[in-house]
C-alpha cells in the first residue's frame, strides 16, 4: 500500500514538474500510439465493413480468422517485424529496426484486426436494418460501405478509443522492435518496465498512472470532441 501511495506522490511531482523527459516519452507514446490507430483504422473500417456487406465462398473463414487474430501475441508480433526489420530480413535495407516507425508497424499489426473486428460486429447489425433500404435505391457496394461506416461513426469511435488503449499498453512488441532506447525509442510503457527491472517501483508507478491518466483524458478528449453524449446518448 506504501509504494502505491508513494507512486501517487512520485506522480504529481512529475506532473507538476513538467518533467521534461516525461513530457519527451508521453509525447512519443501518444506520436506512435495516435499515428498506428490512423493507419490500422484507415484499413480496419473499411474492411470491417466490407466483410459485414459482401458475401462469398470464403468469408466465415475470413471473419473466425480476423476474430482469432485479435489475440496475437504482441511478443511475436515484435519478434515478426524484429525478423523483418533486421539486417539479414527482406527490409532490412530500410533501417527501420530501433526506429518509432518500427514500434508503429508493430502496433498497426496488433490493433488493425481488433478495430476491424469491432467494426465488423456493429457494421453487420445496422447492415441487417439497412440492408432492403439500400438494395430498393441500387445503391452500389462502395456507396453501401461509405454509408454504413457514416451511420455506425459512434459504435467505430468506441472501435477505435479500443485499438488505442490496446497500443498505449503495449510493452512486448514495443520493447523487441524499439529497443527503448533513451531520447529515441523509450516510451511510458518500456520506461515502466525499466524502472521497475531497477527496482524503482515508486517511479514505475508514477509513470504507470501518468499513463492510465493520458489514457483516461485521451478517451474523454475524443467523446466530448465527436459528442457522444449529445441527445442523451453515449
Known amino acids: 500500500m506504501n509504494e502505491i501511495l508513494e507512486g501517487l506522490v512520485e506522480a504529481a511531482k512529475l506532473i507538476a514538474a513538467f518533467d521534461p523527459e516525461l513530457v519527451e516519452i508521453t509525447l512519443r507514446s501518444l506520436q506512435v500510439t495516435i499515428t498506428a490507430v490512423v493507419i490500422a483504422a484507415a484499413i480496419g473500417l473499411p474492411l470491417g465493413a466490407w466483410l459485414a456487406v459482401m458475401r462469398f465462398r470464403s468469408r466465415r473463414l475470413v471473419i473466425a480468422i480476423l476474430n ?39 502496433q498497426v499489426i496488433i490493433v488493425t484486426p481488433l478495430i476491424a473486428s469491432i467494426a465488423h460486429q456493429a457494421i453487420r447489425d445496422l447492415w441487417s436494418e439497412y440492408h432492403d433500404l439500400l438494395i430498393s435505391l441500387n445503391t452500389t457496394k ?21 485499438g488505442f488503449g490496446r497500443g498505449i499498453g503495449e510493452v512486448g512488441a514495443i ?60
Open 68 to 106: 482469432a487474430l485479435m489475440g496475437l501475441p504482441p511478443v511475436v508480433v515484435g519478434l515478426i517485424v524484429y525478423v523483418l526489420l533486421s539486417r539479414s530480413g527482406p527490409f532490412g535495407v530500410l533501417g527501420l529496426l530501433f526506429t518509432p516507425t518500427a514500434m508503429i508497424i508493430a
Open 142 to 162: 462502395r456507396q453501401r460501405v461509405a454509408t454504413l461506416l457514416w451511420d455506425a461513426r459512434r459504435a467505430l469511435l468506441t472501435a477505435c478509443l479500443a
Open 175 to 234: 520493447m523487441i522492435v524499439g529497443g527503448n532506447i533513451d531520447n529515441a525509442t523509450r516510451v511510458l510503457t518500456t520506461a515502466i518496465a525499466l524502472e521497475t527491472g531497477k527496482g524503482n517501483f515508486a517511479l514505475a508507478l508514477g509513470l504507470g498512472f501518468v499513463l492510465i491518466a493520458l489514457a483516461i483524458a485521451v478517451n474523454l478528449l475524443m467523446h466530448s470532441l465527436s459528442r457522444t453524449e449529445r441527445s442523451g446518448t453515449w
